[in-house]
């Protein structure tokens, strides 16, 4: 499977971004996806996860209420719907596939997008 992560850029803190992960190659059905974040000098963080044959999502507490995780069956996509965007919220965000319900570590996931870069300024 790969992985295709777009739609990041740059916003005004309290805005709002969509990103997309697309799949090819292979279908997201029985699969994870992970959202997660690296801030320049920090560890890869994670955001959320998404169950893809019932939707179901868990995600990290700094997020809750701001960010959620729709999927599009037909597109074999998933999105993080990011809103009331925070300066803390900057940096590159990438999907992956794993096979585990709430995988928040990095190595529980198998394969990896490239990256989006997400700026948000104050």
């Known amino acids: 499977v790969q992985l295709q992560a777009s739609g990041g850029g740059l916003v005004q803190a309290g805005g709002s971004l969509r990103l997309s992960c697309a799949a090819s190659?292979?279908?997201?059905?029985?699969?994870?996806i992970g959202w997660f974040r690296q801030a320049p000098g920090k560890e890869r963080e994670f955001v959320s996860t998404i169950r893809w044959n019932d939707g179901n999502t868990y995600s990290n507490h700094s997020v809750k209420g701001r960010f959620t995780s729709p999927r599009d069956n037909a597109k074999n996509t998933v999105y993080l719907q990011m809103n009331n965007l925070k300066p803390e919220d900057t940096a590159v965000y990438y999907c992956?596939?794993?096979?585990?319900?709430?995988?928040?570590?990095?190595?529980?996931?198998?394969?990896w997008g490239q990256g989006t870069q997400v700026t948000v300024s104050s």
């Open positions: 992956a596939v794993g096979r585990s319900w709430y995988a928040t570590d990095p190595y529980q996931y198998d394969y």
């Open positions: 190659g292979g279908t997201f059905s029985g699969y994870f």
